[in-house]
């Protein structure tokens, strides 16, 4: 049966895809950012091509929202292009993100934006955001928790981890396969943030009812195991009791006993399954549960006296 459900980076994407920003120069950046990941420059057009429709419609409307600017989009073969072919709507463009410089000379795109326009948080926001859209991924809240943008070019990367620390993310990165420079961040508070800085509220909310079924089950879970440790505990501290008074028995007979000491061997031994304190609530008169483990400490010490005689 194929399986359906969407992933969680997937609903992070749709999520922030739509959220477009109110000041033009958070658009800027936004426009930079997606010519920097899938943008390339022809003699005859400046063309965007990537994999994923969402991206190029939202590119093709920033284009007429910041600029005024009329492009071309069209499909083929499952590739989403937007093409601007005036020359001059290119160069305003260009000029706009940093990639055409006041001599005209070009500057290398390789993945990055211009620093020049993320000087704003809301502009690093931004940033964040489109590239995501790109090359990033967010586990499944419920299975780990790790953000992670895989990149082919260490400069990429390193733009990508600063501006993630200038949130205080504590981003990293991790070379993999000798090819692919991965910047993640794995603290759930940091994914979690990371969520509230590229605005995805929904998406926010779904992560942190995560968390809390997370805990609650390892509480859960932690509690189980102490009690099974516990329940370990009492039934070897029991069985050790058993061969003590047994022990007595036959060494000395339990008839030689204290009637305290005898009395708490005789419940022991035909209550072997039995707490210390529904054990005591057996004796007559009743015995604390402090009063039982002290009468069968007594019992421990003189069976341990009488096998040293022994040896």
Same mark, same amino acid.
């Given at each position: 049966m194929q399986n359906n459900k969407v992933s969680f980076s997937i609903k992070v994407k749709e999520e922030i895809i739509n959220n477009f920003p109110a000041q $033009? %120069?958070? $658009?800027?950046?936004?426009?930079?950012?997606?010519?920097?990941?899938?943008?390339r420059i022809t003699p005859n057009a400046l063309?965007?091509?990537?994999? #994923?429709?969402?991206?190029?419609?939202? /590119? *093709?409307?920033?284009?007429?929202?910041?600029?005024?600017i009329k492009s071309d989009a069209f499909e083929q073969k499952g590739l989403f292009s937007v093409v601007v072919k005036?020359?001059?709507?290119?160069?305003?463009?260009?000029?706009?993100? #940093?990639?055409?410089?006041?001599?005209?000379? /070009?500057?290398?795109?390789?993945?990055?934006?211009?620093?020049?326009?993320?000087? #704003?948080?809301?502009?690093?926001?931004? *940033?964040l955001k489109t590239v995501f859209q790109f090359i990033g991924t967010?586990?499944?809240?419920?299975?780990?928790?790790?953000?992670? /943008?895989?990149?082919? +070019?260490? #400069? %990429?990367?390193?733009?990508?981890? $600063?501006?993630? +620390?200038? *949130?205080?993310?504590?981003?990293k990165i991790n070379v993999r396969r000798n090819k692919y420079y991965v910047v993640y961040v794995r603290s759930k508070t940091a994914v979690g943030d990371f969520l509230r800085i590229v605005e995805a509220p929904l998406a926010t909310i779904e992560y942190e009812q995560a968390m809390v079924l997370k805990e609650v089950a390892n509480k859960t879970n932690r509690q189980n195991n102490c009690d099974v440790a516990n329940s370990a505990k009492a039934i070897d501290a029991a069985y050790k009791q058993l061969e003590d008074i047994k022990y007595l028995n036959e060494c000395i007979g339990l008839e030689n006993l204290s009637e305290q000491l005898q009395s708490v061997a005789k419940i022991r031994l035909e209550n072997p399954d039995l707490g210390l304190k529904d054990l005591g609530e057996l004796m007559t008169p009743p015995l604390g549960k402090s009063g039982v483990n002290h009468r069968l400490r007594k019992i421990s010490e003189l069976a341990q006296k009488y096998r040293e005689k022994d040896t």
């Open positions: $033009r %120069h958070c $658009r800027i950046a936004e426009i930079a950012s997606i010519i920097a990941c899938s943008g063309i965007v091509e990537c994999e #994923n429709e969402r991206i190029t419609q939202k /590119y *093709f409307t920033l284009l007429k929202k910041t600029f005024n005036n020359k001059e709507d290119v160069l305003t463009i260009l000029q706009a993100v #940093n990639i055409l410089n006041g001599a005209c000379e /070009y500057q290398p795109i390789k993945g990055l934006v211009s620093d020049v326009l993320l000087k #704003n948080s809301c502009c690093k926001r931004a *940033f967010v586990s499944d809240p419920l299975k780990s928790k790790q953000l992670e /943008y895989v990149c082919t +070019n260490e #400069n %990429h990367a390193n733009q990508i981890m $600063r501006i993630l +620390n200038y *949130f205080e993310l504590d981003a």
